[in-house]
């Protein structure tokens, strides 16, 4: 019995990160309806983003690059760093490549997402020197670690025999706070309103006089700091990053938006986690080399039976 | 279409032409009969960059020392450089650029297995010779008869950590192993052969995918279930230095010692989280501190050369292939392909700092191993893994 809870922590703790990289999936389906393939490379940026805040601040402490430790303090910095520099990322990416096409067909906003995701992964493989220092690359990146957090929490471990990481606690926490922080703004807040206005009808939502353009610019910049949170916890429980990790996450929370009902936050949330778990299950069984072929079975599967999610509101056929 | 659309398609194409050209002009440059020009296929960048690093330095400490001493048939050597970022399908290309377009006349590389696998079919098409210094897997040289290696193989190697394991570290054993890598997958295999041969037990057998996998607890956590004695890991360094950590502080496996081979060997392992690689092992090629008077010496004039930093094995079987693929070309006596590879076979007796060498009718060389732990970041020579008698 502790076997399976173990194993199902585990999925819930990678299965946050899913989350929180599928809620910016699905907020931005919900009022553009584009599939933001270059989410996931966003996601990348944050890593990095929070990796290279670190050991920027650790330097300026002091401490050289080869105590690879972090404290509570630099990880909240390295989270807010992460956060400003993608919904920066994200709004420039709106600006620049997806509002030129917003009264094109769906198919070119579509083939420009993929554009970005892949410039966006292959940009970051070139190195950069500056002096000593190495930037990017296809090289991992060493991760800075928080001290202790590798470790199982002892009073729980004590107490269930399970083991719960300070990195896993903390992913699964900063999951948590951002569902629940998104749910208020959207639901009680006036941006959330007219957010909601814009996904059920854009043109209607620009009659009624909503800044139509703001708002999915908001939506944006929300998904991409999301996409950075999930970048900086994802980063912690291994001890690299490089420019292409952010592929294979970016698919399977797609598949989690999908699978929850793409446009619905809960639904986003619900999916990532239990791709998760799902994904832990199926390596715990000893199928681990089918782990990220059962994800992509389960979005087939979905697809077939019920393409709208779990929470969507299946689409009546019009006769 | 418009004439403003007309012009900037066309500048555009330009654009991408000019582009194209810049990056190509390095191979024409020198002339290639007045030097002998020998490709470096390594992967400098990527996933295992440290493997690439490490071999480039110890090809060119030997092509320096080479040159100077007047280098070979009259001529100074020139290493071209080809850059495999690690990856597969980037070595294909890399390797048709050296013989098509830098125009070497035998090629030393790659150190992953799966890799110079890649590159083995451009070298067979074009006749020019193919030596890995590093590559381990079986399969590696039986792609055809241009294609040599320098070091022993993953059948010599599986066997010895099956035995060190057997011998000092427990019966009872769990393994896992990338089914990404041909070179994880061979030495997997041979390992649960020769340990099974020896009444070892494996007790979980699981898997990753890749060596850019970053998350282990899934595995890690169904190993920790069975309780084994030691954990077979069969890698390369970029994975087992999350996987090691993972293991040892998140999932409190403190005891329980991992063994593999040659893929653990880069200052990645030693750098990272000190504490918890201790009580790890592994195959290698050659120690550094080991006290033969030929390897001591080769290891004062590298870190003479290069700041004070301690050659790996990477260095060390690049520096030994790189000599032995210019005392071919001397007994050759000319820079044709066919030439070459018949002194490469023949190569008998060479003194290498790793070793003496020759190349059997296998185009492998007989060669022996060292087991090392790690301790507190430094390797200790534990035993000597001698190869099997005979030819």
């Not at chain 1, 991992?140 to 606690?169: D, E, K, M, Y």
């Not at chain 1, 791709?275 to 681990?288: C, D, I, N, R």
């Not at chain 2, 890749?210 to 282990?216: A, E, I, L, V």
């Not at chain 2, 403190?254 to 880069?266: E, L, T």
Request: contains cysteine; aromatic residues 8%.
């Amino acid at each position: 019995m502790t076997y399976f809870l173990q194993q199902l922590i585990n999925g819930l703790a990678v299965g946050s990160t899913y989350a929180l990289i599928a809620l910016g999936y699905t907020m931005v389906y919900g009022v553009l309806r584009l599939i933001n393939f270059a989410h996931g490379d966003v996601f990348m940026v944050g890593a990095f983003a929070g990796v290279y805040t670190s050991r920027f601040l650790q330097r300026a402490r002091g401490i050289s690059d080869e105590h690879l430790d972090q404290s509570f303090y630099t990880i909240i910095l390295s989270l807010l760093a992460a956060m400003i520099l993608c919904a920066i990322l994200g709004f420039l990416i709106e600006r620049f490549c997806y509002r030129p096409l917003r009264k094109s067909s769906r198919l070119s906003a579509l083939i420009t997402a993929i554009g970005i995701s892949l410039f966006l992964e292959y940009l970051l493989q070139i190195e950069w020197h500056i002096g000593t220092l190495r930037f990017f690359g296809s090289t991992p990146t060493p991760v800075a670690q928080v001290a202790g957090w590798r470790n199982a929490i002892p009073w729980i471990q004590s107490h269930t025999g399970l083991s719960i990481t300070g990195n896993q606690a903390f992913t699964f926490a900063m999951a948590t706070l951002c569902l629940i922080g998104l749910i208020l703004l959207v639901n009680f807040t006036r941006t959330g309103k007219a957010m909601r206005a814009v996904s059920v009808n854009y043109d209607a939502a620009r009659l009624m006089g909503i800044n139509v353009n703001q708002i999915i610019s908001i939506t944006f910049i929300i998904g991409s700091a999301l996409a950075a949170v999930g970048g900086v916890v994802g980063s912690l429980g291994g001890s690299n990053i490089d420019p292409l990790m952010g592929v294979l996450p970016g698919l399977k929370a797609f598949i989690a938006a999908v699978i929850g009902g793409i446009g619905k936050i809960h639904g986003a949330a619900l999916g990532g986690l239990l791709l998760g778990v799902v994904e832990s299950f199926v390596g715990a069984a000893g199928w681990t080399q089918y782990q990220d072929a059962a994800a992509f079975l389960i979005l087939i599967i979905m697809l077939l039976a019920r393409p709208e999610g779990i929470f969507g509101k299946p689409a009546p056929e019009k006769v | 279409m418009t004439r403003r659309t007309l012009l900037k398609f066309a500048a555009a194409t330009a654009l991408a032409l000019a582009s194209t050209g810049l990056f190509n002009c390095g191979g024409g440059a020198g002339d290639a009969s007045k030097e002998i020009r020998i490709g470096s296929l390594q992967s400098t960048t990527g996933d295992t960059s440290t493997f690439g690093k490490s071999s480039d330095k110890g090809i060119a400490l030997a092509t320096e020392q080479r040159n100077k001493s007047g280098g070979i048939l009259g001529k100074q050597i020139k290493i071209m450089p080809a850059d495999t970022q690690s990856e597969i399908k980037v070595t294909e290309q890399a390797m048709l650029k050296l013989i098509q377009q830098d125009k070497v006349v035998a090629v030393i590389g790659e150190v992953a297995s799966g890799r110079t696998m890649a590159a083995s079919q451009a070298a067979l098409d074009n006749h020019i010779p193919l030596l890995t210094p590093a590559s381990t897997n079986e399969k590696v040289t039986k792609a055809g008869d241009y294609i040599f290696r320098s070091c022993y193989t993953d059948g010599l190697q599986g066997q010895w950590v099956a035995e060190y394991a057997a011998a000092h570290l427990g019966k009872k054993a769990a393994l896992i192993y990338d089914t990404l890598s041909p070179y994880s997958v061979g030495l997997a295999d041979r390992i649960k052969e020769v340990y099974a041969k020896l009444g070892g037990q494996i007790l979980i057998e699981t898997t990753y995918a890749g060596s850019n996998t970053k998350d282990f607890k899934t595995q890690l956590t169904a190993i920790r279930e069975k309780n084994p004695e030691v954990i077979f890991l069969p890698g390369y360094y970029q994975e087992i230095t999350s996987l090691v950590p993972q293991a040892r502080r998140e999932l409190g496996m403190k005891d329980v010692p991992f063994i593999g081979g040659d893929g653990w060997d880069s200052e990645e392992t030693l750098k990272a989280d000190k504490e918890s690689m201790n009580h790890c092992f592994y195959i290698n090629h050659y120690a550094s501190n080991d006290p033969d008077p030929k390897v001591q010496a080769f290891v004062k004039t590298f870190r003479d050369h290069y700041n004070g930093e301690t050659p790996d094995a990477m260095a060390v079987l690049a520096y030994d292939a790189a000599n032995i693929m210019f005392n071919a070309i001397e007994r050759a006596g000319s820079t044709d392909g066919p030439k070459i590879r018949d002194a490469l076979a023949a190569t008998t007796d060479f003194p290498g700092v790793t070793g003496n060498i020759t190349i059997d009718a296998n185009r492998n060389a007989r060669k022996p191993g060292v087991v090392l732990e790690i301790v507190n970041g430094e390797l200790v020579l534990r035993e000597h893994m001698a190869p099997p008698a005979g030819k």
